[in-house]
């Protein structure tokens, strides 16, 4: 979402002290400029557009810009061999980066191709390091984990039975989880690891048979038997536990099955988020930040989002200068306006997004301190 901000005094009661009540009791006063947005307006505006919102994602995915788009993204990542494949092509960059709240920096392809691909756990990578500054790259590099996993976080990446799979079963009563690896050599020759541990295994065209090893309640090791076939859902078949006769079902569906929905979602949410912008300036933002304000444990966290720097910084009248400032600096012009850990409460971040869209949209004229 675009947003811009407006320029106005402080307007918290007493915006250093502890209280969490905002007054409002100005916006019904009057003003020589001309007051455009009022407690009344931008609360109806919040509750509907909350109230609403399964009727506005289904017309946003309804909308035939939106299926183009989601169209061209999803041929483009099918078909990519790298994320330099995605990001080159213009609408698949725009959508990937829309979806993971990085639109703004949509045409800063150098970044996004160092940053996505940023190991997480590494500190001295791009997506770490710029963590304080959008805290979104971060979240890309956790989340999709490109440095690891590659295009597979994107669009699965399976060649037969070869690729990731989410090998699910139940055994002794409790539900297992893990990742299956299995590899095609250049031989030809299948290896297969189960999250990160080497199993045996034996390939044979559809077919496959896994062996691992495991440890009952008595702390005995045990044998599991695996044999299964790939279907269009991914591998399925049964087992069976060494020392018994019945056999039980295991299921492995592709392990990033839900990734080009993932996307698909986000980038219609989005755009629904643009839609109410459309209506009222800074109405998607106001309603996107009392989702996940809750989130935001300190002012390191409302500076890193560039949700929260915007929201925050607006509604406090904290100049955008202070970007430009260290980040104790820009901490301190945070704390001594509001105490971030009472965005856990829904009513003060309710009180923040209403303020944040009455100064936006010019709701402060002529209003001093």
Same mark, same amino acid.
């Given at each position: 979402?675009? &947003? $811009?901000?407006?320029?106005?005094?402080?307007?918290?009661?007493?915006?250093?002290?502890?209280?969490?009540?905002?007054? @409002?009791?100005?916006?019904? +006063?009057? $003003?020589?400029?001309?007051?455009?947005?009022?407690?009344?307006?931008?609360?109806?505006?919040?509750?509907?557009?909350?109230k609403n919102?399964?009727?506005?994602? %289904?017309?946003?995915?309804?909308?035939?810009?939106?299926?183009?788009?989601?169209?061209?993204?999803?041929?483009?990542?099918?078909?990519?061999?790298?994320?330099?494949?995605?990001?080159?092509? =213009?609408?698949? /960059?725009?959508?990937?980066?829309? %979806?993971?709240?990085?639109?703004s920096?949509i045409?800063?392809? %150098?970044l996004?191709?160092? #940053?996505?691909?940023?190991?997480?756990?590494?500190?001295?990578s791009? #997506? !770490?390091?710029?963590?304080? &500054?959008?805290?979104?790259?971060?979240?890309?590099?956790?989340?999709?984990?490109?440095?690891?996993?590659?295009?597979? #976080?994107?669009? =699965? +990446?399976?060649?037969?039975?070869?690729?990731?799979?989410?090998?699910? @079963?139940? /055994?002794?009563?409790?539900?297992?989880?893990?990742?299956?690896e299995?590899?095609?050599? /250049?031989?030809?020759?299948?290896?297969?690891?189960?999250?990160?541990?080497? !199993? =045996? !295994?034996?390939?044979?065209?559809?077919? &496959?048979?896994?062996?691992?090893?495991?440890?009952?309640?008595?702390?005995?090791?045990?044998?599991?038997?695996?044999?299964?076939?790939?279907?269009?859902?991914?591998?399925?078949?049964?087992?069976?536990?060494?020392?018994?006769?019945?056999?039980a079902?295991?299921?492995?569906?592709?392990?990033? %099955?839900?990734?080009?929905?993932?996307?698909?979602?986000?980038?219609?949410?989005?755009? /629904?988020?643009? !839609?109410?912008?459309?209506?009222?300036?800074?109405?998607?933002?106001?309603?996107?930040?009392?989702?996940?304000?809750?989130?935001?444990?300190?002012?390191?966290?409302?500076?890193?989002?560039?949700?929260? *720097?915007?929201?925050?910084?607006?509604? @406090?009248n904290?100049?955008?200068? &202070?970007?430009?400032?260290?980040?104790?600096? +820009?901490?301190?012009?945070?704390?001594? *306006?509001?105490? =971030?850990?009472?965005?856990?409460?829904?009513? @003060?971040?309710?009180?923040?997004?209403? *303020?944040?869209?009455?100064?936006?949209?010019?709701g402060?004229?002529?209003?001093?301190?």
């Amino acid at each position: 979402m675009n &947003i $811009t901000s407006a320029m106005a005094s402080m307007l918290f009661t007493n915006a250093s002290s502890s209280t969490s009540t905002v007054d @409002f009791s100005f916006l019904t +006063q009057n $003003t020589s400029t001309g007051t455009t947005a009022n407690v009344g307006s931008v609360k109806s505006a919040l509750v509907n557009a909350e109230k609403n919102e399964a009727q506005q994602l %289904a017309q946003a995915a309804k909308d035939p810009q939106v299926q183009k788009d989601l169209a061209r993204y999803e041929k483009v990542v099918k078909n990519a061999k790298t994320i330099d494949d995605v990001l080159n092509d =213009p609408i698949a /960059r725009k959508v990937l980066m829309t %979806a993971n709240g990085l639109k703004s920096d949509i045409d800063n392809i %150098a970044l996004a191709k160092k #940053a996505m691909t940023s190991d997480p756990t590494d500190k001295t990578s791009l #997506a !770490v390091r710029m963590s304080s &500054i959008n805290s979104g790259w971060l979240s890309f590099a956790k989340t999709y984990n490109l440095a690891e996993y590659g295009l597979d #976080a994107l669009s =699965p +990446q399976q060649d037969g039975v070869a690729g990731r799979w989410k090998i699910q @079963f139940e /055994r002794a009563g409790e539900s297992v989880e893990g990742m299956l690896e299995i590899t095609k050599g /250049r031989g030809g020759a299948y290896t297969a690891e189960i999250d990160g541990v080497a !199993v =045996p !295994v034996t390939v044979d065209g559809k077919n &496959i048979t896994i062996n691992t090893l495991w440890r009952d309640a008595a702390d005995e090791l045990r044998n599991s038997s695996f044999t299964g076939t790939l279907t269009k859902d991914g591998l399925s078949g049964t087992f069976t536990n060494d020392g018994e006769t019945s056999s039980a079902k295991w299921t492995a569906p592709a392990y990033f %099955a839900d990734s080009l929905q993932k996307v698909r979602d986000n980038y219609i949410a989005e755009k /629904r988020l643009d !839609v109410l912008d459309s209506q009222m300036s800074g109405l998607g933002s106001a309603v996107l930040f009392k989702q996940v304000a809750k989130n935001m444990k300190d002012a390191v966290d409302i500076l890193g989002s560039a949700l929260g *720097r915007e929201v925050v910084t607006t509604a @406090f009248n904290i100049p955008k200068q &202070i970007a430009v400032q260290s980040i104790v600096a +820009q901490e301190k012009a945070i704390t001594q *306006r509001m105490d =971030p850990a009472k965005l856990q409460n829904a009513h @003060f971040v309710d009180q923040i997004a209403q *303020r944040y869209l009455i100064m936006l949209n010019g709701g402060t004229g002529g209003v001093t301190a």
